[in-house]
């Protein structure tokens, strides 16, 4: 089996991240996401996995130094938020890996197009999901 060395998606996906406003910024360092990712800085979270389902990353904690990025949506708002978790990170002197293990995934238009719908009929939570049940009437 030959090895892959090519980090080049992990370069991609590090120069798609948008540039940061000033704005932007003091969003990422608000106590709210830094007390978020000390949270997922806590040594009873090493190995596991957190899904932000809203902003389309999956991370795992991987120490209480080192957070990987496993997944993250191919889209602005998507980047923009990892984006915005490096700086978080960053600030609590630990480290959001983006890198050859970061799955980009593309974005589910249906799913977004039912979260577009969700919003403008002001839905939330499980009832707005674009998931149907599916049932059998039982005579």
Not at 8 to 15: A, E, G, M, Q, T
Not at 23 to 39: D, F, G, I, P, Y
Not at 40 to 45: A, D, G, T, V
Request: hydrophobic share 35%; aromatic share 2%.
């Amino acid at each position: 089996m030959e090895e892959n060395t090519n980090d080049s998606s992990s370069n991609d996906l590090i120069d798609r991240l948008p540039e940061l406003s000033e704005t932007e910024k003091e969003v990422a360092l608000e106590n709210e996401a830094l007390s978020w990712a000390s949270s997922l800085l806590s040594e009873n979270m090493t190995g596991l996995v957190h899904e932000e389902r809203d902003y389309g990353v999956i991370l795992q904690n991987i120490s209480s130094s080192i957070v990987r990025c496993i997944t993250v949506v191919d889209h602005p708002i998507c980047l923009l938020t990892l984006q915005q978790m490096r700086i978080t990170f960053g600030h609590l002197n630990a480290e959001l890996e983006v890198g050859p293990y970061t799955v980009i995934r593309p974005l589910e238009e249906n799913i977004a197009a039912g979260r577009q719908e969700d919003e403008a009929s002001g839905s939330t939570g499980p009832a707005a999901s674009p998931i149907k049940e599916i049932g059998m009437e039982v005579a």
